[in-house]
């Protein structure tokens, strides 16, 4: 039992980004932007951004029909919702694969050849990719084993908020100190990860504390170093520089500043909460892509891909909405300059659709949080007798 629990969470964290990721890449005409973990990456941002959207319609509903008592039911909702999604998603892509299978097959092949012949160049690659391995494994252990002790003063918003959406049903309603309901933060109901974190423990039945203290660090831990390695490839051209750069880079990392707003405490101690993974894993991914997607042609194909990233990237914090949209306008104005030109607002706006979506989604409910803990004047005009929806979803 424990194994059929354990795939069907690694389920969400390997088949599902492929396959969201072979989706929305399908249009990119660029070879170099549909790498094995650009594909990988862009599918697990897009799967959160599209659990963020069932998440912000889901909770609307939910606390604009709430009047007096607590409306449960819209967390059932949101996972059914959302394993249909990704099972819908994981039939297109085999079907899309089985479609192409001659042409991904070729590429898949010539892929690895090509990486094969660059590991060859240099006899001391294999040193280089061995060290790395090592500091990784000694990490992943040092994650799985020893950050269940790991309690971070945000910990008693995370993993409570998870635990509370787990055990009474709802979405982003009841505050995580007191328990009274309908006080939520309002930080807290713009930003989905949490209630991301009570859907892997529904589907798998492992505990929340489980997933986030052992589970969760070990994958986002390797998630992050694949993101880095794509980074160094921006970097250097050869594969034993970029692995010598990997072997400082996750030294570095091991020695370290344990300080609250160091990248080492943020990727060694507490990569399960959501400006964690936003900081080490999103913001560097975005950024560079954006550097990459300017230095080549101007691609509609690009722009699914950015929204998605954009999306997935907003839904971990509600931090999310100035940190990523100052990633991408900064880029943006200062590839402009580089390029002694505007560059296409195109990618502009794209990557704006994340922030800007959170910035409405956080003013109105704030506007309607107020209506639900009776302030006065009421902003909205709801009641049980003008939401005609409230009989037949209430």
Same mark, same amino acid.
């Given at each position: 039992? @424990? ?10 964290? @390997? ?17 170099? *932007? ?31 029909? @709430? ?10 909702? *949101? ?41 060859? &160049? ?37 993993? %409570? ?28 109901? /713009? ?10 423990? &529904? !589907? ?13 660090? /070990?994958?986002?831990?390797?998630? +992050?170093? +694949? ?24 030294? +570095? ?29 999103? !913001? ?42 100052? /990633?991408?306008?900064?880029?943006? !104005? ?31 409910? %704030? ?28």
């Amino acid at each position: 039992m @424990t194994i059929i629990r354990a795939i069907a969470f690694l389920l969400h964290f @390997t088949l599902v980004p492929a396959a969201f990721g072979q989706l929305i890449t399908y249009r990119v005409k660029e070879e170099s *932007l549909k790498t094995p973990i650009i594909v990988y990456i862009t599918g697990l941002l897009g799967s959160w951004g599209v659990f963020y959207l069932l998440f912000a319609v889901l909770e609307w509903h939910q606390n604009w029909i @709430t009047f007096n008592e607590i409306v449960t039911g819209c967390f059932t909702g *949101l996972s059914i919702a959302y394993s249909a999604i990704c099972l819908i998603a994981v039939v297109a892509a085999a079907i899309l694969y089985f479609k192409k299978r001659k042409q991904f097959t070729g590429d898949t092949a010539d892929y690895l050849k090509n990486t094969a012949d660059d590991y060859r &160049k240099n006899k001391f690659t294999f040193i280089y990719l061995g060290i790395f391995i090592l500091l990784v494994a000694i990490q992943c252990y040092f994650a799985f084993g020893y950050e269940i002790n790991e309690w971070s003063y945000d910990d008693y918003d995370y993993v %409570v908020s998870s635990l509370d959406t787990l055990d009474k049903d709802i979405l982003a309603n009841t505050n995580i100190v007191t328990g009274a309901p309908q006080t939520m933060l309002e930080k807290r109901a /713009v930003a989905s990860w949490t209630t991301y974190i009570s859907y892997l423990a &529904k !589907v798998s039945g492992f505990e929340v504390t489980t997933i986030c203290h052992t589970i969760m660090p /070990v994958l986002l831990l390797l998630v +992050a170093y +694949a993101v880095y390695f794509w980074i160094s490839g921006l970097l250097f051209k050869e594969i034993d520089n970029r692995l010598i750069f990997m072997d400082i880079f996750a030294t +570095a990392l091991m020695f370290g500043q344990y300080s609250h707003y160091s990248l080492t405490f943020r990727m060694l101690c507490t990569l399960w909460q959501g400006k964690a993974v936003l900081f080490t894993i999103s !913001v560097p991914f975005l950024l560079a892509y954006y550097i990459k997607l300017y230095s080549e042609d101007i691609d509609n194909g690009c722009i699914l891909p950015l929204i998605a990233v954009s999306m997935g990237s907003t839904s971990l914090s509600a931090m999310s909405m100035m940190v990523v949209g100052l /990633v991408v306008v900064l880029t943006w !104005v200062a590839m402009s300059i580089y390029s002694k030109k505007p560059q296409s607002p195109r990618y502009l706006i794209a990557g704006m659709t994340g922030p800007i979506f959170q910035y409405v989604f956080y003013q109105l409910i %704030v506007l309607l949080l107020e209506d639900m803990q009776g302030h006065w004047p009421q902003h909205f005009n709801r009641s049980r007798e003008k939401s005609w929806w409230y009989r037949w979803f209430g």
